[in-house]
C-alpha cells in the first residue's frame, strides 16, 4: 500500500464495509451497579471514510472505539470489521490519547517492533523504519530515546507505529487532547494530509468540534450516556489540494463547525 | 510503574553507608563545576566521617582494656599484613590468604545468587502472571523468606554433606525470595497500557511478556537482584560454619573459636567492605542496563 500512496485501498468487488455496528449496546458492570455507556447504536463505516466520533466526556465514545479494536466485547449486538469480528492485533492500528511508547525501545526500535509484530521481515525493517518516520514528519530521531522527544513527537512516532502493519483501519483515541495548541494544530494538519494520502479508513474519536470539521470526512456527534447518534453528518470539504488555512477559512467550514457545535451543545444538555 | 508506591522504600535496600557514589543519584545534575564541588563535599564528609569512626573505635578500645574484647585499630591492621603474607612458614591463616578467603566466599555468593536469581526470576514470572500458583506458592515462598538460613542448613547438610553443594543451596535459598517477590510484584502490575498498545499492534501472549512486562519490570527485579546479592552477603558466615575453611566466614568462626578477636573484625571488615563493592558494581550496571528507570 505505500507503494501505491493513491491508489483505494478497495479492492474490486468487494462491498464489505470497514466497521459495522448493529444494535451495539455495552454496559459496564462496577461497584455501583451496572452503567450502561453506550447504544443502542447502528453504524456502518464505508472504505476510505475518515469518521469522527465528536461528544462531550463520558459519552461512550471510547467505549465505542474499544469495541471496533476488539478489546472490549458488546454486551449486546454485534460488532464487524472487514466482515469478521474485531480482534486486538489484526486488521486495525490504534493511537491513544497517551502515546504509550516503549521506553525500553528507542524511537526507531519502537516502530520497528511494530514491523516486527506485523510480520515483516527484519532486512525490510530496517529500510521502513525511516520511511514511516519521515510520513509523519519525523528526522533524525531514530535513534533517540523516548524522554530525549517532545510529547508532539512522541504521538507522531506512536502514528507512525500504528500505521507500520499497513492495517486497512486505522482507530484513534483523542490523540491529540494532551498536547498544546500549536503542535495539536500542526499534527492535525499532518495527520490530514498522511490520511488523505493513504485513503486508510480511520475512526478519530474526540471532544472537539474544530477537531472534528477539520480531520472528518464524516462527523458523527454521540449523546450523552449511554451514547447514541445525535447527529450523523457527511463533510463534503475537499480532502486534497488546499491549504488548511484556507479550508479553515472556508465558509462552508464555518457553517459545519456551527451546525456540528450546536448539535454537541444539544447532545450533552 | 510510578504510581507504585513501594519502590522508593525498596530501591534503598539496608547499604546504610553507600561507599561508591551512585551515577543514578544525579541524573540532571546543575553546572558541571557545581556538581564537582558537590562531589568533593561529599568525599569529604565521608572521609571525615571514617576518620570519626577510627578515633572512637580506637577509644573503645582503649576503655575496654582487653584486646579480646575490642582489637584496636592497630591490631586488626597488623592482622591484615599477616593474613596477605607467608610468614614463619605459614601461609596467611589457616594455609590461606585473607584474599584467597574472600575470593572462595565471594565465589560461593556468586553462583549461589546467581542459581537463586535465576530461580526467583522464573518463579517470579509464574506468581505473577498464573493467579491459582500465587495463591498456592506465595505463602511457601513468605515462608521460606521468614526462615533464618542457619536453620535450614541442617537440613541441607543431612541432605547434601558438608561440602560445596549444601552451601550453594543455602545461598541459593536465601537469595531467591527477594527476587520472585519483586519479580512477582512488577509482573503482576505491569502497565496495562502499554500491554495493550503491543497487543494492538499484533503482539501474542508471549510477545507481551516478553517485549513489555519484562522490561517493564526489570528496574523492580533489579532492586530484588541487589537485595537478593545482600542476602546472600549475610548467609554466607552461616553458610561456611560447617567446613567453611577456605571462606571468609569460616574464617570468622574458627578465630572467634581461639579467641582471635583481630582475625574476625579483620573478616568483618572484609565482609563488610567487599560487599559495598558489589552493590556499587550492580548499581552501577543498573543504571547502564536500565537507563529507562523512573520513565514507565
Redesign the interface.
Known sequence: MSSHPDAPAVPAGTDVAAVRLEEVEHVYGGAGGPVAALGPISLTVPRGTFLVLVGASGCGKSTLLRLVAGFEKPTSGTVRTGGTEPVPGRGAGIVFQQPRLFPWKTVGGNVELALRYAGVPRAERARRVPDLLERVGLHDVADRRIWQISGGQQQRVAIARALAGDDPLLLLDEPFAALDALTRERLQEDLRRVSAQTGRTSVFVTHSVEEAVFLGSRVVVLTRRPGRIALDLDVGLPRTGVEPHELRALPEYAALRAEIGRAVRAAAA | MTSSPSRPAAARPPDAVPAVPSPAAGPRPGSPPARRGRGARRAGVRVLSLLALLALWQLAAVAAGNPSFVPAPRAVWDQLVLLSTTHDGVRGYGGHLLVEHLAISLRRILIGSALGVAAGLVLGVVLGTVPWIRLVAEPVVTFVRALPPLAYFSLLIIWFGIDETPKLWLLAIAALPPVAVATAAAVHGAPT??V????????SRW?AVK??VL??A?PEIFTGVRLAVGVAYSSVVAAETVNGVPGIGGMVRDAQRYLQTDVVVLGLLAIGLSGLLIDGLLRFAETRL???RG??
Not at chain 2, 495493550?196 to 503482539?203: Q, T
Open positions: 497500557g502499554l495493550e498498545a503491543a497487543r494492538a499492534l499484533g503482539a510477545d517485549d513489555v522490561p517493564a526489570l536500565i537507563p529507562w520513565r514507565v
